[in-house]
């Protein structure tokens, strides 16, 4: 009979370490998964130190230039050395947004722990107006995210989508300056913070098919810590990783990044999966979409099969980035 070792869990002389971005937002996250960690375990919140470290893609004069990603770097801008204070030692686990997180973890870490999924859908937000639909020909839309603009310029090209980078109180200050008529934020943000109210409409994935994970939390940690592990997996949400198993074999199979445009969003129905994916041409000019339904032990295929059809169909230099 083997008896097993309880793990040892953290205190307040011998704190576990949450690496995070600075935002709000990131904040709000690593709150969660401390708060989560914190009632699973009856522990006190002072067992919980939250290190926050800043990356790359916050860079104050990047934000301000509003740069596109594109120009500066992947979806790695916002992982970089959060990873590389995992890795040393420096934290214990790494919390993100996982649509943000590239399909390919570093050697040594991996990220098999999610937190249960928030509302999936985007945002319309407007001082003015209360949809997509309602805006007049020839106004300015605000986004950073190139899906979102190929989706905006795939149903309306008359519209003049810009640059608008940021966090959450960033762009809606830049709302508020008159800088665009209207932008795009995620929900789950938004509800993350306590934030959703008037001037902000969600919109059905059948309008605006979200990014691939968005609203999921994922938890990274190093390979080797056993202990880690266990406490992970007790605050571990199945469904959403049902979900971004699905979604994220999808996106690895197009070969993803913030340079292109992709939607993806899987959900359950008891043990059926349904995904849908939509690719784009950067300048909206043309967009395609598929779907595939299965059972949930069967997305990681599912969302491979999905990524090789879109592919084929769209042939040679889909992808290609088309200035102005």
Known sequence: MTIETPIALPSP????KIGTRGSPLALAQAHETRDRLAAHFDLPAEAFEIVV???TGDDRAMIAADRPLKEIGNKGLFTKEIEEQLMSGGIDIAVHSMK??????????????????????????????SAIAELPEGTV???????????????????????????VQTR???LEDGVAACSFLAMAGLNRMNM??????????????????????????????ARVAEMLNAIHDRPTQFRLDAERSFL?????????????????????LWLRGEILRPDGSEALSGERRGPITEGVRMGADLARELLERAGEGFFDWKAG
Do not use: W
């Open 172 to 174: 809606l200050k830049k």
């Open 252 to 272: 690895r199979t197009l070969d993803g990044s913030c340079e292109t445009p992709i939607a993806g969003l899987a959900l359950l129905d008891g043990e059926a």
């Open 141 to 167: 839309v605000g986004t950073s995210s190139l899906r979102r603009r190929a989706q905006l310029l795939s149903r309306r090209p008359d519209l003049q989508v810009v640059e608008f980078r940021g966090n």
């Open 100 to 129: 943000d997180m590239p399909t390919e973890q570093p050697e040594g870490l991996i990220l098999d722990c999610y937190l249960p999924r928030e509302d999936v859908r985007d945002c319309f937000i407007s001082p003015s107006h």
């Open 13 to 16: 002389d011998a704190p576990l």
């Open 196 to 225: 959703a109210g008037a001037h902000m409409t969600p919109i059905a994935p059948e309008d605006m098919l979200p990014a691939v994970a968005q609203g999921a939390i994922g938890i990274e940690r190093r390979t080797d810590d």
């Open 53 to 55: 470290i800043k990356t």
